[in-house]
């Protein structure tokens, strides 16, 4: 029955959706499983077991990390069949980025400063806005300039 549950979620993701999802089950399935799979084999892979075919474990669990990784309760979610929800609010796609970092120690008696909030908060937007392009690899080259340009006196 959770294994369905599964299936299902990942049979309501759009088409968008399920392309991301492919795209971090790929990287996953290589570095922390040394699998490495064509991508059109994998997407055959994912639909072979929305149509019932058993998983593996490994890739079982892969799908569920798969989940976790791409919206906050996501592998619980999909294991009670609920609809994974992607993020769609600033708040959501920070805490989607950002779940696997603490804070900077030097930083926290800084943040009940309302100001330093504020200015962190418009950094967060203005970096967003800076880099935003509707085309994804042009968004992602725009965030890696961007980026890289913080590298620089590291």
């Not at 299936?7 to 570095?31: M, V």
């Not at 504020?118 to 690899?137: R, V």
Request: hydrophobic residues 35%.
């Amino acid at each position: 029955m959770l294994i369905q549950n599964v299936r299902d979620s990942l049979e309501y993701l759009t088409k968008e959706e399920l392309d991301e999802f492919l795209i971090r089950l790929r990287d996953l399935l290589l570095h922390t499983y040394g699998k490495d799979v064509k991508p059109s084999v994998l997407e055959d892979r994912v639909k072979a077991f929305i149509n019932g075919i058993k998983p593996s474990s490994d890739y079982l669990e892969a799908y569920l990390l798969t989940f976790e990784e791409l919206a906050p309760g996501g592998a619980l979610n999909a294991l009670q069949k609920k609809k994974v929800n992607f993020p769609q609010s600033w708040r959501e796609l920070l805490i989607h980025v950002t779940n696997d970092r603490t804070l900077p120690p030097e930083i926290i008696e800084h943040l009940k400063d309302e100001q330093i909030r504020t200015g962190l908060k418009a950094l967060f937007f203005n970096c967003i806005d800076h880099c935003k392009n509707s085309d994804k690899g042009q968004f992602y080259d725009n965030l890696s300039r961007f980026n890289n340009f913080f590298e620089i006196n590291k």
